[in-house]
DNA sequence: CCGATTACCTGCACGC
DNA sequence: TGCGTGCAGGTAATCG
């Protein structure tokens, strides 16, 4: 389930792998994912040093030495798992459990960490709407980053830029949160859930948020806060499940969570004293899950 | 320009 | 067991 959390945990997971490793060779065993691979795809990277791992948003972003940005996005279904080379008695052999569905394995990178032995780094994607992109510049200037809005980790996402953000927007809450332009990295399961915790209806149009009234300000300032305190305890789950997950089996990928509304339409609503039922819409074609009860 | 809908692709759960 | 249907975390293109 890649949102920004999703993403966040996969990319701590590789940098300890990737971040300053050589790449040594690239296996591009289909031309496209979403879109063509970059012209000299495995040419532009082979041999080259990642100097750093980082993240926008959604996208992974491997900075290459000498060679371009390299944007990674998992779409709805992608991931990457790490193969290490087993100890001295195996050299060579790479073991890993679950490859089950290597017919997806899209794109293999043969890398040689800075510490630790050679690893592959896989990535999988059963339904291809994830991409690879190069950037040639600054990041913020390729066309798939420059637009994105506010990241919802850290400080800078308070209630004032909230209501500035959703001042005079006549869409709903839900399709405004989910817009990349004004905040970048929330997703279908983040926005229900943040709203479940503002106590505000994903129906109620995003601009009663930026008007000048205090009870607006109330709210902008609720929901800039559930926005950050969802991802924030999402990040810290997904790393300590990502730790078990590496010791178990060597795989990067996603987590189970306990959700508060998100797939659990009509069970008790767990706003304390509400008493009400989550309930399933579709806005936008997608599912949104709330309380009716409790979320005005 | 804006917001809403559709397209992209495969896998899976479900009902019959 | 098999088949049709609907649904799934993503963004981009298209339509009004």
């Known amino acids: 389930m890649p949102e920004l959390p999703e993403v966040e945990t996969v990319r701590r997971g590789l940098q300890p792998v990737l971040e300053g490793a050589r790449i040594v060779r690239v296996e591009a065993r289909r031309p496209d994912l979403r879109f ?4 000299r795809f495995a040419a532009r990277l082979e041999g080259r040093r990642v100097t750093a791992l980082g993240r926008r948003a959604k996208y992974i972003l491997a900075h290459v030495e000498d060679g371009p940005l390299l944007i990674c996005h998992l779409g709805m279904s992608g991931s990457f798992r790490i193969e290490q080379e087993g100890g001295s008695d195996t050299p060579g052999v790479f073991h890993h459990e679950r490859s089950k569905d290597a017919a997806h394995d899209h794109v293999v990178f043969h ?3 800075a510490n630790g032995p050679p690893a592959r780094i896989v990535f999988n994607d ?8 190069f950037a040639e510049g600054r990041p913020d200037e390729h066309p798939m980053l420059g637009g994105l809005g506010v990241e919802p980790t ?14 005079g927007k006549k869409t709903p809450l839900k399709a405004a949160l989910l817009d ?4 970048a990295g929330l997703g279908n399961i983040y926005v229900s859930e943040a709203l479940w915790r503002a106590h505000l209806s994903p129906l109620r149009l995003a601009g009663t948020l930026g008007k000048a009234s205090s009870k607006a300000h109330g709210m902008a300032g609720r929901l ?8 924030a305890d999402a990040i810290a789950a997904g790393g300590s499940s990502l730790r078990d997950y590496t010791h178990a089996d060597g795989s990067l990928g996603y987590f189970q969570h306990s959700f ?5 339409e009509d069970e008790p609503c767990l706003t304390p004293g509400c008493g009400g039922h989550v309930q399933r819409i579709v806005q936008s074609g ?3 899950f709330y309380c009716p009860t409790c979320q005005k």
């Open 180 to 183: 990349q332009r004004l905040i």
């Open 126 to 133: 059963p339904r291809r709407f994830g991409f690879m992109l």
């Open 286 to 288: 997608r599912s949104t």
């Open 154 to 167: 850290g400080n800078a996402l308070d209630g004032e830029l909230l209501a500035a953000l959703l001042r």
């Open 111 to 113: 890398v040689e960490p």
């Open 260 to 264: 508060a509304v998100y797939d659990r």
């Open 224 to 231: 800039a806060e559930s926005i950050r305190a969802v991802i």
């Open 36 to 39: 063509p691979l970059p012209d």
